[in-house]
């Protein structure tokens, strides 16, 4: 997922920042989930609606298309976009509208991936949240907070990355979700009995109505069988549509998993596999289904079965497709015999006319001149 500020600053959870006015993409990110030649990219935002955008390689930026997005969605400076990545080349983007964020009570924790450094406590305001904290050890995480002048606000300090000068980014802070305020702090999982009780609680709010039923219902199958609340560990501050949103995503995932054929293509391991890192770097116990993941990647893929599994899934295939064509040759020669026994009752009954005829013009030409 891209977390990108349309007041000048493009901040994401994998590993850079840069200016919105270039319209361009941390060249980490692109590298990871983008082609290395010019494509284009479908945006479809919050209502639904799909923009073909152009995304331009050699650049790391996006081009034609943008301008229509921008203004389809009346965006203003200010305003916040998170980018988040749901299939090849396709993004769903939330909106954060500047004056939501003019009246907010906590801080939106940016993340910044960080491979030399340790994840740092969280700020005081944030205090009343217990944060499961995670630290996998290829891929750690850095937060950093610092205080802003007026009292009861936070901000966030981005450090310095590896592709880019040591430039603070602008302090963004959360929107307040006008739901349920719900306490949760003392609900433990191995309490709930069943789904009526079941509550996502996220930051202290109640977001059961950002995420149809059927989808809250497999998610709490998915809760239940850690016996666990997944998403406890998310981190502080996280924008309720972002936390909404993936837990969307994350069952959509589990439903790909549990349906994945041995012919499912590796570009779709891959883009689960890369949406799964996300949710975990912000704090989401998805790593369960990453584990399952990879161990149904290597069975598909690796495995020395997998091979023959493969041979054999392509020659029913082909079989299949060249029972197809025998079957369409059938229907053709029907058609043909067809038409050659129309052909022949039309000989037949003009024969003896045609002859008759012929005949007559061969007089005409041979006569006496």
Same mark, same amino acid.
């Given at each position: 997922?891209?977390?990108?500020?349309?007041?000048?600053?493009?901040?994401?959870?994998?590993?850079?920042?840069?200016?919105?006015?270039?319209?361009?993409?941390?060249?980490?990110?692109?590298? /990871?989930?983008?082609?290395?030649?010019?494509?284009?990219?479908?945006?479809?935002?919050?209502?639904?609606?799909?923009?073909?955008?152009?995304?331009?390689?050699?650049?790391?930026?996006?081009?034609?298309?943008?301008?229509?997005?921008?203004?389809?969605?009346? /965006? /203003?400076?200010?305003? @916040?976009?998170?980018?988040?990545?749901?299939?090849?080349?396709?993004?769903?983007?939330?909106?954060?509208?500047?004056?939501?964020?003019?009246?907010?009570?906590?801080?939106?924790?940016?993340?910044?991936?960080?491979?030399?450094?340790?994840?740092?406590?969280?700020?005081?305001?944030?205090?009343?949240?217990?944060?499961?904290?995670?630290?996998?050890?290829?891929?750690? /995480?850095?937060?950093?907070?610092?205080?802003?002048?007026?009292?009861?606000?936070?901000?966030?300090?981005?450090?310095?990355?590896?592709?880019?000068?040591?430039?603070?980014?602008?302090?963004?802070?959360?929107? @307040?979700?006008?739901?349920?305020? #719900?306490?949760?702090?003392?609900?433990?999982?191995?309490?709930?009995?069943?789904?009526?009780?079941?509550?996502?609680?996220?930051?202290?709010? #109640?977001?059961?109505?950002?995420?149809?039923?059927?989808?809250?219902?497999?998610?709490?199958?998915?809760?239940?069988?850690?016996?666990?609340?997944?998403?406890?560990?998310?981190?502080?501050?996280?924008?309720?549509?972002?936390?909404?949103?993936?837990?969307?995503?994350?069952?959509?995932?589990?439903?790909?998993?549990?349906?994945?054929?041995?012919?499912?293509?590796?570009?779709?391991?891959?883009?689960?596999?890369?949406?799964?890192?996300?949710?975990?770097?912000?704090?989401?116990?998805?790593?369960?289904?990453?584990?399952?993941?990879?161990?149904?990647?290597?069975?598909?893929?690796?495995?020395?079965?997998?091979?023959?599994?493969?041979?054999?899934?392509?020659?029913?295939?082909?079989?299949?497709?060249?029972?197809?064509?025998?079957?369409?040759?059938?229907?053709?020669?029907?058609?043909?015999?067809?038409?050659?026994?129309?052909?022949?009752?039309?000989?037949?009954?003009?024969?003896?006319?045609?002859?008759?005829?012929?005949?007559?013009?061969?007089?005409?030409?041979?006569?006496?001149?």
């Amino acid at each position: 997922m891209l977390v990108v500020n349309m007041g000048g600053q493009i901040a994401s959870n994998l590993f850079d920042m840069i200016n919105i006015s270039t319209q361009g993409l941390p060249v980490p990110f692109c590298k /990871l989930f983008l082609p290395n030649k010019d494509t284009t990219v479908t945006i479809e935002d919050e209502n639904g609606e799909e923009f073909g955008v152009k995304y331009i390689a050699n650049k790391t930026g996006l081009s034609a298309g943008w301008r229509k997005f921008v203004s389809g969605n009346k /965006l /203003l400076e200010g305003d @916040v976009l998170i980018f988040q990545l749901v299939g090849p080349c396709r993004f769903k983007v939330y909106v954060i509208r500047a004056n939501d964020l003019t009246e907010v009570d906590g801080a939106l924790s940016l993340l910044i991936l960080d491979s030399q450094t340790k994840q740092n406590d969280a700020a005081e305001g944030t205090a009343d949240v217990k944060i499961k904290k995670r630290r996998p050890k290829s891929l750690p /995480l850095t937060v950093v907070q610092k205080k802003k002048q007026k009292a009861g606000q936070l901000g966030l300090q981005l450090g310095p990355l590896e592709e880019q000068s040591g430039n603070d980014s602008d302090e963004v802070a959360s929107e @307040v979700f006008e739901g349920s305020k #719900c306490s949760g702090s003392s609900i433990h999982f191995k309490d709930i009995k069943s789904f009526e009780e079941f509550h996502i609680v996220v930051n202290g709010v #109640c977001i059961d109505s950002e995420i149809p039923e059927h989808v809250r219902q497999k998610y709490y199958e998915l809760c239940r069988s850690k016996n666990a609340f997944l998403h406890e560990g998310l981190l502080p501050g996280l924008h309720c549509k972002l936390a909404a949103g993936m837990i969307f995503e994350a069952v959509n995932t589990a439903d790909a998993i549990r349906s994945c054929k041995l012919t499912t293509p590796r570009e779709d391991f891959e883009v689960w596999e890369k949406s799964l890192r996300s949710f975990e770097l912000l704090g989401l116990n998805v790593g369960f289904l990453g584990a399952r993941l990879c161990r149904v990647l290597k069975l598909a893929f690796d495995s020395e079965g997998a091979v023959d599994a493969k041979k054999y899934w392509e020659a029913k295939t082909e079989r299949a497709r060249t029972e197809e064509g025998i079957r369409d040759l059938e229907v053709k020669l029907v058609e043909l015999k067809e038409a050659s026994a129309k052909f022949d009752a039309e000989i037949e009954s003009l024969k003896s006319k045609a002859e008759s005829y012929e005949l007559m013009f061969q007089e005409e030409v041979n006569a006496p001149w």
